[in-house]
C-alpha cells in the first residue's frame, strides 16, 4: 500500500492564480481530510469528508473548495490565492468508526507528506 | 467546543534524561486523545492513543501518556531521551460526532536532545 500520497511536493502561485492540490488513499478509508500547519498554530481543519459525494467544512474554509467524487480521491482547491494562503498543507484519511477492519483502531488518521505552498 | 493546550513550545533535554510533554484537554464528553510526532520535513505518525480502554498508554519508540481526568491532562513522557526524538510534537482531540473524526490539534511543542 502506498498510504497517503500528495501531489506536488511543493508549489509556487502568484496572488490570484487558481490550484488543486492532490491528495489519493488507496487503504479504502471513508474518511478524508485536509489540514494546514502554520508556525505556532499547529494544524488546523480544512475540509473534511465522511464518504463519497458528502464533504463539510472544518475550522479555516474560506477560499478552498473540495468534493470527493470517489472513495480514493480528495482534491482541495484554492479558487483565488492569497498570501494567507501560505503553509504546508496535509492530507489525512481514517476508517469510519463503525469498520477498523484493517486491525488498528477506527480513529487513527494517516497523513500524507504534505505539499509545501508559497502564494507571492 | 474540544481543545488542548500544549504548555511550552520548545523543550531541550539531555540524551539518558526524562522526556516530559505537556497536554491538557478540554472536552464535554469523554475524549478521544492522540499524540503525533513530526520529524522535519514529513507528514505525522501516531505515537499513541487514547480511547478508554485504559488510562496508562503505551506507544511506539519507548513513549507512554498517561490520562488523567481530575486533571485534564494527557501529559507524554519517556525514560531516556534518544538524540533520535528531536521533532515536533503535537496532542490532539478528536471529536467523533456524525462518523467523522475531526482532529483539533494543539500548538506544538519542539523537543530538542542535546548531547
Known amino acids: 500500500n502506498a498510504g497517503v500520497t500528495q501531489t506536488p511536493k511543493f508549489q509556487v502561485l502568484k496572488t490570484g492564480q487558481s490550484m488543486t492540490l492532490q491528495c489519493a488513499q488507496d487503504m479504502n478509508h471513508e474518511y478524508m481530510s485536509w489540514y494546514r500547519q502554520d508556525p505556532g498554530m499547529g494544524l488546523r481543519l480544512i475540509h473534511y469528508?465522511?464518504?463519497?459525494?458528502?464533504?463539510d467544512q472544518g475550522e479555516v474554509p474560506n477560499g478552498y473548495n473540495v468534493s470527493r467524487s470517489t472513495t480514493e480521491d480528495f482534491p482541495l482547491r484554492l479558487l483565488s490565492a492569497a498570501p494567507s494562503q501560505t503553509s504546508v498543507y496535509f492530507c489525512?484519511?481514517?476508517?469510519?468508526?463503525?469498520?477498523?477492519?484493517?486491525?488498528?483502531?477506527?480513529?487513527?488518521?494517516?497523513f500524507g507528506p504534505g505539499t509545501r505552498l508559497t502564494v507571492l | 467546543a474540544q481543545s488542548v493546550t500544549q504548555l511550552g513550545s520548545h523543550v531541550s533535554v539531555s540524551e539518558g534524561a526524562l522526556v516530559l510533554l505537556r497536554c491538557n484537554y478540554s472536552?464535554?464528553?469523554?475524549?478521544?486523545l492522540f499524540w503525533y510526532v513530526q520529524y522535519p520535513n514529513q507528514g505525522l505518525q501516531l505515537l499513541l492513543k487514547y480511547t478508554s480502554a485504559a488510562t496508562l498508554v503505551k506507544g511506539i519508540n519507548g513513549f507512554e501518556a498517561e490520562f488523567k481526568k481530575s486533571e485534564t491532562s494527557f501529559h507524554l513522557t519517556k525514560p531516556s531521551a534518544h538524540m533520535s526524538d528531536a521533532a515536533e510534537y503535537f496532542c490532539?482531540?478528536?471529536?467523533?460526532?456524525?462518523?467523522?473524526?475531526?482532529?483539533?490539534f494543539g500548538t506544538g511543542t519542539q523537543l530538542k536532545v542535546e548531547l
Open positions: 490532539a482531540v478528536s471529536d467523533i460526532a456524525g462518523g467523522g473524526n475531526k482532529l483539533t
Open positions: 472536552s464535554s464528553v469523554p475524549p478521544y
Open positions: 489525512a484519511s481514517s476508517p469510519t468508526l463503525a469498520l477498523g477492519t484493517s486491525g488498528r483502531a477506527a480513529d487513527e488518521q494517516f
Open positions: 469528508s465522511v464518504g463519497a459525494g458528502i464533504t
